[in-house]
């Protein structure tokens, strides 16, 4: 459920920088934080009870969320949780 919650959060993102670009009112990119890393955050404190790698590697976090999310939109998720010795998504 993890994964969801972060592919959720991610794509929120995508559509506030989207959203930003076509009404011209940049501000909404400063929603971004709060919104994608809440969602992130709240999967991490209620989900799975543990702590986000945003606080200690927040840039690695980053490009973790965007591989994840992309292999997920694309399928090769089931691929890669299987590589890593995973828990599957149901």
Known sequence: M?????LLAT???WIIILLAIV?????????IPF????LAWYSH???????PATFGHP????AADYKMAGLMLTGRMGNEIKR???????
């Open 2 to 6: 993890t994964r969801v919650v972060h």
């Open 11 to 13: 794509a929120s993102s």
């Open 23 to 31: 009404t011209g009112h940049w501000w909404y990119l400063l929603l």
């Open 35 to 38: 919104v994608a890393y809440g």
């Open 45 to 51: 404190f209620f989900i799975e009870h543990n702590k």
């Open 59 to 62: 840039f690695y976090s980053l």
């Open 84 to 90: 890593l010795n995973l828990t599957a998504i149901p």
